[in-house]
């Protein structure tokens, strides 16, 4: 690049700036365009009568003979010629998911760039003017994009720069003046800012998470070792016995044989789910840190905003505890009632003395549940981060207080069109599935249904199809003024008055429960549900009586 301006710096004349057309040569060797030259000329015989070289201005008694470069000539041909290959190159046609430049006509060539400020996407030439015009300088460009759409209120037509903190949202000046006058707002900049150091230390808190899976994945296949290494031990032992005694003992040699592997394959089984599940938290976890890291650097701040708060949320109740430290299975019992077997073996039956054997096998310890919990500082220690998702929210339940607060409005609010929204009821779900054991509080006023449910329950239909508690695929706990209620499957079942605004939710996905309570110290349990759940499950809110009522998910601490 640094050789070709150069070479068009040469190849220019220094009268009109520009490339030679038709190249000569005065007498002094300075060369011109010939109609340059000759304008030159003409006008200074209008004035002085004299002709002279415009660079050195050596004198010429009368006008020169022009003779033409032809050495110029071609080297400026050549010249034209590489900068239409050059240009040709930069040319790329939009073609079908490329975002296309607005100001091409006729053919439309792929966008190179978006401007925030004119909204509008442009290839490299139609860009050119925002890199030289000076006002054009100060706007915000970004990667080519098709969602510019996005970053416009669909209420009133203008570029939406403000964020609401109140109602946790984008929005335009005039809606600063309107239906968010009074909130507390920020410009989208410096909400961004903010926004972005959360980002930092939520990353590191993700990497942290990821190290402790690590040291629990490697401790489950220490587990795993050393259970083997103690079955092969005990296997190796109790073939010595039972081979002293062949004749009498050889079937009841391989049945203990058979339980002791049995006991093993069951220890692996269970450790290896657990480090499933240790894999599968750790691929989840390392997801969401490179989501976070490429939307660490969008350009897009409305992007960066409307995305953060989903992949920023961490759930603590998915995170595993630390392993379970019973003891290893041993089978010393078990070899110590063979060893017996085999010395009283002509005085004592051997169907007596083979039950203790094999009662010995039945009792070696395996990983155990660990204990239900009973206070609410236990029930903390299982507490998930919930946030609603607007893309499934009713038109008329409007979200604020960082997606955990749900209202239900008089009209409808403009959410955009989407598969998962409910479209007859006035219900939402959480952006988080929930699995394992979780925990956590919703309080309420008015009116409302607090639920789980399946993400694959109908989100248009009657009542028995999509409504919380009104089939198979959710649960439901109805919380009014008078009466409540719990129901799954149509089936209702009365709960005694809460005498609060307030309900603690305990879901233990692999054990099947799933339990509200009163929320107090000593935590008293309204009703318990025992069953299988086949998908994980999200949290919902129904609203479904009148406008005002609201439910929040609480902040847990």
């Given amino acids: 690049m640094a050789q070709h301006g150069i070479q068009r710096e040469k190849l220019s004349c220094s009268i009109c700036l520009d490339l030679f057309k038709d190249p000569v040569t005065v007498p002094c060797g300075h060369s011109y365009c010939t109609s340059c030259i000759e304008d030159c000329w003409d006008e200074e015989n209008d004035k002085k009568k004299t002709n002279s070289c415009p660079q050195c201005r050596q004198s010429f008694t009368s006008r020169p003979v022009l003779g033409k470069n032809t050495l110029l000539a071609e080297l400026v041909e050549e010249l034209k010629e590489v900068g239409l290959r050059a240009a040709s190159s930069d040319r790329s046609s939009a073609g079908p998911g490329d975002v296309a430049c ?49 970053n416009v209120c669909s209420r009133h037509d203008e570029v939406m720069k403000i964020f609401c903190r109140t109602d946790q949202r984008c929005i335009c000046y005039l809606c600063s003046m309107d239906d968010h006058r009074g909130h507390d707002t920020a410009s989208v900049a410096t909400e961004r800012a903010e926004r972005q150091a959360e980002l930092v230390a939520s990353r ?46 050889e079937k009841r040699s391989a049945e203990v044989k058979q339980q002791i592997r049995a006991l093993q394959k069951t220890h692996a089984s269970q450790v290896e789910e657990l480090e499933a599940k240790l894999q599968q938290k750790m691929a989840d976890l390392r997801r969401r840190d490179a989501e976070l890291e490429q939307l660490s650097h969008t350009e897009d ?21 630390g392993i379970d430290t019973h003891p290893l299975p041993s089978f ?47 029930f903390l220690k299982y507490s998930c981060q919930v946030t609603l998702d607007p893309n499934t929210a009713h038109k008329r339940v409007s979200l604020c207080g960082r997606f955990r607060k749900a209202t239900l409005m008089r009209g409808e609010h403009l959410y955009s069109s989407h598969p998962d929204r409910f479209i007859e009821w006035w219900q939402v779900l959480s952006r988080e599935s929930l699995a394992g054991r979780c925990y956590w509080e919703v309080k309420w006023s008015g009116k409302a249904n607090i639920a789980v449910a399946y993400k694959d329950i109908s989100r248009t239909g009657n009542r028995n199809e999509c409504g919380f508690g009104y089939n198979d695929k959710s649960w439901s706990f109805e919380c009014g003024s008078n009466q409540y209620l719990y129901r799954h499957n149509n089936t209702s079942t009365p709960v005694p008055d809460l005498q609060s605004s307030r309900v603690g939710v305990y879901l233990d996905h692999r054990a099947g429960t799933l339990s509200f309570y009163r929320v107090s110290e000593t935590m008293t349990l309204l009703h318990r549900v025992q069953t299988a759940f086949t998908q994980p499950l999200h ?18 601490k």
């Fill in 204 to 249: 590191q808190k993700i990497q942290q998470r990821v190290q402790d899976r690590e040291k629990d994945a490697e401790a489950l296949r220490q587990r795993v070792q050393a259970a083997t290494r103690s079955a092969d031990e005990a296997v190796s032992e109790s073939e010595k016995i039972f081979t002293e005694l062949r004749c009498l003992l």
């Fill in 102 to 150: 607005d100001f091409c006509s006729g053919e439309k060539l792929k966008a190179f760039k978006s401007c925030l400020v004119c909204m509008a996407s442009y290839c490299k030439q139609h860009l050119q003017p925002h890199y030289d015009v000076a006002p054009l300088k100060k706007h915000m460009l970004v990667e080519a994009t098709a969602k510019l759409q996005e």
């Fill in 301 to 321: 701040h409305l992007h960066f905003l409307n995305h953060y708060p989903t992949l920023s949320q961490l759930s603590e109740s998915e995170d595993l505890s």
């Fill in 332 to 378: 010393k019992d078990v070899l110590a009632a063979a060893a017996e077997a085999g010395d009283k073996l002509q005085a004592v039956l051997l169907s007596e003395e083979w039950g203790k054997a094999s009662l010995a096998v039945k009792e070696v310890a395996v990983l155990r549940p660990p204990a239900e919990p009973k206070t609410r500082a236990e």
């Fill in 539 to 556: 949290a919902g809110l129904w609203l479904p009586r009148s406008p005002g009522d609201a439910a929040e998910l609480c902040e847990l």
